[in-house]
């Protein structure tokens, strides 16, 4: 699905809206008479946006599979989605284990389990938050439930949490299948063997830099090659490219001393840890400083690639976009994403325009010192 088609069909029509509305549903792209009712329903339960928790006091390495966060299986009703590290955290009780936390928890729990640098762990929280939580009650799901729809394979139609579709789940996944292939949130061993045979292949066995730029480069053909609804632009363009840099800065122990990034290095066995079981290796330590996107830039400048998406449902069909921003670090992330949220909330109204309004400014944070603050729905 693209983010600029109606979402209506995608969440709770009004019947459903009138039997009950999870607080932590999202009402992105629900229709004005939707939102007015999922509005009235949970006119209770909304909350006035808190500022972000800042960084953490301690920035080191400790231990994180420790006593306080077991790992412990799903329980009925638990959610998880495409986000391996999201997963995890749940699963050990940094985050609630039902799968549903507010920003502040979130931003906490980065920080707590995998030692993420503040400022990504705001960004990429309040962009999450903005497309696929609830702005109402200051709630998202890390996944969302998954109904097969459609011909065979079948299209899966999201509702709510992080598997809104070319956002941050999206096709090019390392472990997870394009939506077109359908089971989005779920680990597939098929692109775990591939991820070992190219560590094998460039690493050694073990995932580094070398392995992150090749594996993701062939991502991307496969992709090009195989899915005729291949979609690589803004936001999962970033997005892509920083699960490769993320699966190397956080998913190594922290007791690893490599400090120079190109040296260091992931075995399998944790990988698979973390992308299949979501839990923690026994004893694993987290980074020994903040970190977060070191190596995005090595890993695109390896094989350059511009946005794009095959056109006419035709596979090997890939045309660039030159409308979806490319550079990372620059303000078209930020303006795309604002453009996305405006697409999904045309005509906000009341505590739904204002929570917008100030989540808007806790996502510009990182942005403000280079670029123009975008104010679609004005001030407070």
């Known amino acids: ?97 039902d799968g549903v936390a507010t920003p502040a928890q979130i931003i906490t729990a980065v920080q707590e389990g995998f030692n993420m640098v503040h400022g990504a762990a705001v960004t990429a929280t309040y962009a999450a938050l903005l497309v696929d939580g609830n702005l109402l009650t200051n ?7 998954t109904k097969r729809t459609g011909p065979d394979p079948p299209a899966p139609a999201i509702v709510g949490g992080l598997n809104t579709h070319d956002v941050f789940e999206g096709d090019a996944s390392m472990t997870r299948a394009d939506a077109f292939f359908g089971d989005i949130p779920s680990f597939n061993q098929t692109l775990f063997d591939q991820l070992v045979e190219f560590s094998n292949r460039y690493g050694d066995g073990y995932y580094n830099l070398t392995v992150a730029a090749e594996y993701r480069y062939h991502l991307i053909q496969q992709s090009i090659a195989t899915n005729p609804n291949f979609s690589f632009v803004s936001p999962r363009y970033f997005t892509a490219y920083g699960e490769s840099a993320f699966t190397l800065n956080l998913f190594v122990d922290g007791r690893d001393n490599t400090t120079v990034l190109g040296g260091r290095r992931l075995d399998m066995d944790t990988a698979l840890s973390f992308f299949r079981d979501s839990r923690f290796p026994p004893d694993f330590h987290r980074a020994s400083r903040p970190t977060g996107t070191d190596g995005v830039r090595e890993i695109m400048a390896a094989y350059p690639f511009k946005p794009g998406r095959n056109l006419d449902g035709k596979i090997n069909n890939y045309i660039e976009d030159p409308t979806s921003p490319s550079d990372f670090g620059g303000c078209g992330l930020y303006e795309n994403l604002v453009e996305k949220v405006v697409a999904l909330y045309p005509n906000p109204k009341g505590v739904l325009r204002r929570n917008l309004i100030i989540n808007l400014r806790f996502f510009y944070g990182v942005f403000a010192s280079r670029c123009e603050e975008a104010l679609p729905y004005g001030k407070l």
């Open 139 to 145: 709630l998202l799901s890390i996944g969302g439930k």
């Open 1 to 97: 699905m693209r983010l600029n088609q109606p979402l209506a069909f995608l969440f709770l029509s009004i019947p459903h809206l009138c039997r009950g509305f999870p607080s932590y549903q999202s009402l992105a792209g629900l229709s004005e008479r939707d939102q007015d009712a999922a509005m009235e329903k949970l006119s209770g339960k909304a909350v006035y946006p808190p500022s972000p928790p800042g960084p953490i006091v301690f920035n080191g390495t400790k231990l994180v599979h420790d006593e306080d966060h077991p790992w412990k299986p799903l329980r009925k009703g638990d959610i998880r989605g495409p986000c391996p590290g999201l997963n995890t955290l749940a699963s050990h009780g940094y985050l609630p284990r």
